[in-house]
């Protein structure tokens, strides 16, 4: 299962595993330790990761004690995350620099802060689809 999913340690490849698998592999669920994983990866504390996930954090420290795997919604959040921070070093050339676009106004995404989309499976994909844009000559 997690062997098919871009690690948050590599070097950024290939921006996408996929609709498909990103689907399959969340419908499964991932384990929570992955979870904590990308979201460091991406610099991102738990507390902000509690909230994307809509989870308590007390919620993901018990997940993590009795080695849960996410459920697929939240699960699903995660493998996005992970994509973002793929194609967001790809864009920008690092994470550092990725996030420090995600938590400013993005003209792209009508004046509003990328990072506040997070919360959604959509608001991610307007991330993206933002990241794209940038990354084909639209500086937002």
Do not use: C
Request: neutral net charge; aromatic residues 8%.
């Amino acid at each position: 299962m997690e062997g098919n999913i871009k690690q948050p340690k590599k070097k950024p490849g290939k921006p996408s595993i996929g609709n498909f698998s990103l689907v399959m592999n969340a419908q499964k669920g991932i384990g929570i330790d992955l979870a904590f994983e990308i979201a460091e990866s991406l610099l991102i504390s738990n507390e902000e990761l509690s909230q994307i996930l809509h989870l308590t954090a007390k919620t993901l420290r018990n997940y993590q004690k009795e080695n849960k795997n996410l459920n697929p919604i939240a699960s699903e959040q995660v493998l996005k995350l992970n994509e973002l921070r793929i194609r967001g070093e790809q864009v920008f050339g690092s994470v550092e620099a990725f996030m420090r676009w995600m938590k400013k106004p993005a003209f792209g995404l009508d004046g509003r802060v990328p990072f506040h989309f997070l919360q959604t499976s959509g608001g991610m994909d307007l991330i993206m689809e933002e990241l794209e844009a940038i990354a084909h000559g639209d500086f937002s």
